[in-house]
């Protein structure tokens, strides 16, 4: 939270202090930090918080891992955010925590710097190595296209999370709405439900809700004009009116 504040000289004296009374930093901890800067994008921070922590004796989790790799990526430095990756595959099965987070992790790194074939390229080795994609994997690939206005992959996409099985979440039902009004889409909420219908997925007043939460969140007229459509549509819904 002192990162974060920007307080960068009370959380190095409590970090201090922490030493002094003979704590040993954890997993957990050296989280907190490395996730602080990074949120705070004092990434060159990361990377040496990264490397005071290996001459610890600390042995990263995946996790971590991901905020090193995300980190590299956010400062631009696409290169050795692969390397780091191919670093951390070398020993991914001793590696508590589950390797794809990591994957996706480099997904999202990968298609912020729009290479879609460099992103393409981990899902389909996640699949070699026997590694299941998971809501998030696909979330990320989602988003992507919703931001190109891809409606076409956008639905493809769909395809490939009903073939595999996987249930969507409310990030996956809000970004498919955010890309169909992009892509003028007049009636994005009531296609929408025709997604949804088509996934087997029967939405009710917590779902409705999930998602309102989300647009108003998100703060930007798109996000209010789609909350002000989905709460007329509950309104209209016998069983799953507004609360």
Not at 142 to 156: F, N, T
Request: one cysteine or more; a positive charge; hydrophobic letters at 45%.
């Amino acid at each position: 939270a002192l990162v974060v504040c920007r307080y960068d000289d009370l959380a190095g004296r409590l970090w201090t202090k922490m030493i002094k009374l003979g704590i040993k930093p954890t997993v957990a901890i050296w989280h907190a930090l490395l996730d602080g800067y990074r949120d705070t994008q004092q990434f060159a921070r990361v990377l040496s918080a990264w490397n005071t922590m290996l001459k610890s004796g600390i042995k990263p989790d995946a996790a971590l891992h991901c905020s090193r790799i995300l980190a590299l990526f956010d400062s631009r430095k696409k290169t050795e955010a692969m390397a780091a990756f191919e670093e951390f595959k070398k020993n991914a099965r001793d590696i508590p925590g589950g390797a794809t987070i990591v994957c996706n992790a480099v997904i999202r790194g990968l298609l912020k710097a729009n290479d879609l074939v460099g992103a393409l390229a981990i899902l389909k080795s996640m699949s070699t190595d026997v590694l299941n994609p998971d809501i998030v994997t696909f979330n990320t690939f989602i988003q992507y296209y919703a931001r190109k206005g891809d409606m076409q992959s956008v639905l493809s996409t769909i395809g490939e999370i009903s073939a595999a099985g996987i249930a969507p979440n409310v990030v996956t039902f809000t970004t498919i709405q955010v890309a169909l009004l992009k892509a003028g889409q007049a009636k994005a909420t009531e296609r929408l439900f025709d997604v949804m219908k088509q996934m087997g997925i029967e939405p009710n007043v917590a779902t409705y809700s999930a998602m309102l939460d989300q647009y108003v969140r998100d703060g930007t007229d798109e996000g209010i004009q789609l909350g002000r459509e989905l709460l007329e549509k509950m309104e209209k819904t016998p069983g799953a009116r507004p609360n």
